[in-house]
């Protein structure tokens, strides 16, 4: 079974682009949740979603957005670049909500904001 | 709102020795979960162990194994028979647990240990 991949694996980007991150979560899974990783502040939690809804968001500006489609699949969004947003981006899928549901991370996509 | 604090940046041990990784976290939750997770260099993070709030056993995988101590609020991961394998950064993460429609899959993380096995 293949493992949760994200799309794509390495970005590099300008102050006040914006940018489109994917996640293909593991056959089956319909839960995907964000993380920011970075030196300073660690991980962090971005959204969730399940079934196509956002359950959950964590404490980022409204630059930072994201959605899931039916397939599972979920993008996440981050508009008007920041030096700050450089990060590594990873997600995890899970087949449901709750601990029963292992999460099962990807891994990750790094961006670079110049 | 919840917090994990792992004090131990980094830290070292020789090939088939043991070692323990330190884990604090604050909540007023009852229910919980707590975990340790294992990221490589390079290479994607995967679950390592986890344990039950409500369950006063401590759980364990292997060589792994935690000192679970509800009342202070440790949770701390022992790593037996150390192996070249096991170097990697090494997060504790929390989950609260919610009933039904609260359901959710947010992980709180430390810092992270980063932890290097010596030959």
């Not at chain 1, 964000?34 to 079934?51: D, I, K």
């Not at chain 2, 976290?25 to 039950?52: A, G, H």
């Amino acid at each position: 079974k293949a493992g949760v991949t994200q799309t794509p694996r390495y970005l590099i980007k300008t102050r006040g682009q914006q940018v489109t991150l994917s996640c293909s979560p593991i056959s089956g899974h319909r839960s995907v949740s964000w993380y920011q990783q970075t030196p300073g502040q660690g991980l962090q939690f971005l959204f969730e979603y399940f079934s196509e809804t956002q359950r959950n968001k964590g404490n980022f500006p409204g630059r930072f957005s994201g959605r899931q489609f039916s397939n599972s699949r979920s993008e996440m969004n981050v508009s008007t670049l920041e030096l700050g947003d450089s990060a590594l981006y990873l997600c995890a899928s899970s087949l449901g909500l709750g601990v029963r549901s292992e999460q099962f991370f990807g891994p990750g996509t790094r961006l670079t904001v110049l | 709102a919840q917090t994990v604090t792992q004090s131990q940046p980094e830290m070292s041990v020789q090939e088939a020795e043991t070692v323990t990784l330190s884990c604090t976290y604050d909540t007023s939750e009852n229910n919980y979960y707590l975990f340790w997770y294992k990221q490589p260099p390079s290479r994607q993070m995967i679950l390592v162990i986890r344990q039950e709030a409500y369950k006063q056993q401590n759980a364990t995988e292997n060589r792994f194994s935690v000192n679970f101590q509800k009342a202070a609020k440790s949770f701390s991961l022992k790593i037996s028979d150390s192996q070249l394998g096991d170097t990697a950064m090494y997060f504790c993460a929390f989950m609260k647990h919610e009933n039904y429609g609260g359901a959710t899959n947010k992980l709180i993380f430390g810092t992270g240990t980063l932890l290097a096995v010596q030959p």
